[in-house]
């Protein structure tokens, strides 16, 4: 892909809850290079939507959740809570609003603190945000306890390494939800885990989601674990954006060749279909020395001399999809 825009953004609808505007994050590489890991990215979400983010290992996705957690800021852009650019806030201001977006992580037990016991993981956060009573943080704790699927005897004084990957995953869901938040990052969280678990953690989440009206932006790196839970996905390659669609219409119609080599990508469900050939070959090129033009014109099967010259742009070429390619697949007329 590549290309960047903000075609896409939903500026004048009241619901929207996150925006995310020209993202960009930079980390020095070796030599005194730059590591271009997100250039010009924006999306936004409205209240209670699913965006999931997709794309290969390396494109990033977690640098993309890590900068709309400000941990850290990024390079540069911004990244609206409710029209509240949260970029450059510090200290009360920034905790203020630290508390509305709430991340969770894909190593669920490296990610938890292994000396405290599981009530007070997930408490930490009530005592620090909130003026509540002691009494209210314990209720409120054991609430969520028995909410995520966990013992509500048992679980509370035991610590993270007693507990299997997916009921840790459950802990940090608990220490996420406590709060309230607005928004929840998920970067990956069920990457890690046993593929028999994972359906579990993926109905949990569903259940917060619809329970809460919960906005999630939700990262995965292949389209068969976004599919279900998302409302709209955002593709990226190379630290672009190439593509935006509803789920269904993304993965049926796909209008960037990246997008169609990742949605062949996913396993046929029916033994009996044919397989598939790998769509995608080579490797994704280096971020310190991203190629010109559109990024995935090394791989792309449908490049021509134009996407290496001139960048793409992203734009609406079906109603409610937009797409960052010159030549898009399959382009019916806007209607
Ligand atoms: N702290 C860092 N310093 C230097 N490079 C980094 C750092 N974090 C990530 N990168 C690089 O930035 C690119 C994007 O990484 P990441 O956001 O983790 O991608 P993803 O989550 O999609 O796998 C990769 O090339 C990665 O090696
Ligand atoms: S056709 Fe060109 S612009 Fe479109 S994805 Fe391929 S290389 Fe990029
Ligand atoms: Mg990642």
Do not use: W
């Not at 990226?236 to 935006?244: A, F, H, S, T, V």
């Not at 090394?298 to 999809?321: F, H, L």
């Amino acid at each position: 892909m590549a290309g960047s825009g903000t075609a896409h953004l939903r500026d004048h609808d009241e619901n929207v809850v996150l925006s995310v505007r020209n993202l960009v994050v930079e980390y020095p590489g070796p030599a005194g290079q730059r590591v271009y890991a997100v250039s010009d990215v924006s999306f936004d979400a409205v209240r209670g939507e699913t965006i999931g983010l997709v794309g290969e290992s390396g494109c990033g996705k977690s640098s993309v959740a890590k900068a709309i957690m400000q941990l850290p800021a990024p390079t540069s852009g911004s990244v609206e809570f409710e029209g509240v650019n949260v970029v450059g806030l510090k200290g009360k201001a920034l905790r203020r609003q630290r508390r509305k977006m709430q991340m969770i992580f894909q190593d669920p037990i490296s990610s938890l603190n292994p000396l405290r016991k599981v009530k007070d993981i997930i408490a930490e956060g009530l005592r620090i945000h909130d003026g509540r009573s002691k009494e209210e943080v314990a209720a409120r704790t054991q609430e969520m306890i028995e909410r995520v699927g966990l013992d509500p005897h048992t679980a509370p004084d035991r610590r993270p390494h007693e507990f299997s990957g997916g009921q840790c995953q459950r802990i940090s869901i608990a220490r996420a939800m406590v709060l309230d938040p607005e928004v929840i990052v998920c970067d990956e969280p069920v990457s890690a885990l046993d593929v028999s678990v994972q359906a579990q953690i993926m109905n949990l989440l569903h259940d917060m989601k619809e329970r809460y009206q919960i906005t999630m932006v939700f990262i995965a790196h292949d389209l068969a674990v976004v599919k279900n839970l998302s409302d709209r996905i955002v593709v990226m390659y190379l630290g672009k954006i190439c593509e935006i669609g509803t789920s269904d219409g993304l993965f049926s119609a796909p209008a960037h060749p990246y997008t169609r080599a990742l949605a062949q990508s996913i396993p046929e469900p029916d033994p009996e279909a044919p397989i598939l050939k790998a769509a995608l070959t080579g490797d994704l090129p280096s971020p310190l020395n991203p190629p010109s033009g559109c990024r995935f014109r090394t791989r792309c099967p449908m490049a021509q001399d134009r996407c290496a010259a001139e960048e793409p742009a992203i734009r609406e070429v079906r109603p409610g999809r937009f797409v960052a390619c010159h030549f898009p697949i399959d382009e019916p007329a806007l209607v």
